[in-house]
C-alpha cells in the first residue's frame, strides 16, 4: 500500500521569501507520478505541479519547483518570491495504477 | 484544459432523506472517477472509485448502501447519500482521470449538512 506523510501541518512565510514544503512516500511500485495539489479557502482542489517518477529532472513551473529524491523517497515542494495567494492548504499525492494517495497536508500562511 | 462540474456547490437536508450529486466531465471522457469525502482541517479521503458500466469500488469502511454510485456514462458520475443523517455531513468531491494530461481533474466540492 502507498502511503504518503507531510511532516509540516503548518508552515509560515514571508511574502517575497522562499519555502519548502516536505513530503515523504513509501511505495512498491517503479512507476508512478507524485503531485502537489493547493486548497485555497474555496477547497478546490488545483495542482501545483506534476512529476513522473521515471524522469531524473526535477520539475518547474514558474515560481513552484520539486526536489524529488527518488532513491530517498522525498519530493519538497519550493515556492519562490511568496505571495500572498499562495496561502491554501498544500497537500502531496502518489498515483500508482488507477489510485492518487495523499498526505495529511501543510496549511502555508503568507505573511505581508 | 480539463473541467469537472460537481452539483450542488452546496446542499441541505433534512435528516432521513436521499441527496445526489452530481459530477461531470466537460471536455473529456472520464474513464474512471472517485469520490472522496474530506473533513475540516483534514486530508482527502477516498470512499469509491467507478468506472463507467462497471460497479463501484468502495474503500474499506464506507457502507455501499448509503453511499450509491452510479458511473452510467463517461461524462457522468453521482453520488447518492441515503437515509442522510448528521454524521454524514461533510465536503464531497469527485475527481476525474481522462484528461488530456492523463492527470486527475477535481470538481469545485459540496458541502452537505444533514439537519
Known amino acids: 500500500a502507498q502511503t504518503v506523510t507531510q511532516s509540516q501541518p503548518e508552515m509560515s512565510v514571508q511574502e517575497a521569501e522562499t519555502v519548502t514544503l516536505s513530503c515523504t512516500y513509501d511505495?512498491?511500485?517503479?512507476?508512478?507520478?507524485l503531485f502537489w495539489y493547493k486548497q485555497p479557502p474555496s477547497r478546490q482542489m488545483i495542482l501545483v505541479i506534476r512529476q513522473e517518477a521515471y524522469k531524473q529532472q526535477n520539475a518547474t513551473e514558474n515560481r513552484f519547483s520539486v526536489n524529488f529524491q527518488k532513491a530517498a523517497k522525498s519530493f519538497s515542494l519550493k515556492i519562490s518570491d511568496s505571495q500572498l495567494g499562495d496561502a491554501a492548504m498544500y497537500f502531496c499525492?502518489?498515483?500508482?495504477?488507477?489510485?492518487?494517495?495523499f498526505g495529511g497536508g501543510t496549511r502555508l500562511m503568507v505573511k505581508p | 484544459g480539463a473541467v469537472v462540474s460537481q452539483h450542488p456547490s452546496w446542499v441541505i437536508c433534512k435528516s432521513g432523506t436521499s441527496v445526489k450529486i452530481e459530477c461531470r466531465s466537460l471536455?473529456?471522457?472520464?474513464?474512471?472517477m472517485f469520490w472522496y469525502r474530506q473533513f475540516p482541517k483534514q486530508s482527502l479521503m477516498l470512499m469509491a472509485t467507478?468506472?463507467?458500466?462497471?460497479?463501484?469500488?468502495?474503500e474499506q469502511g464506507v457502507e455501499k448502501d448509503k453511499f450509491l454510485i452510479n458511473h452510467a456514462s463517461l461524462t457522468l458520475s453521482t453520488l447518492t447519500v441515503t437515509s442522510a443523517h448528521p454524521e454524514d455531513s461533510s465536503f464531497y468531491i469527485c475527481?476525474?482521470?481522462?484528461?488530456?494530461?492523463?492527470?486527475?481533474?477535481f470538481g469545485s466540492g459540496t458541502r452537505l449538512t444533514v439537519v
Open positions: 471536455d473529456f471522457q472520464a474513464t474512471t
Open positions: 511505495t512498491s511500485e517503479s512507476d508512478y507520478y
Open positions: 467507478s468506472n463507467e458500466g462497471s460497479k463501484a469500488t468502495y
Open positions: 475527481s476525474a482521470r481522462g484528461g488530456p494530461n492523463y492527470g486527475y481533474t
Open positions: 499525492a502518489h498515483n500508482a495504477g488507477n489510485m492518487l494517495t
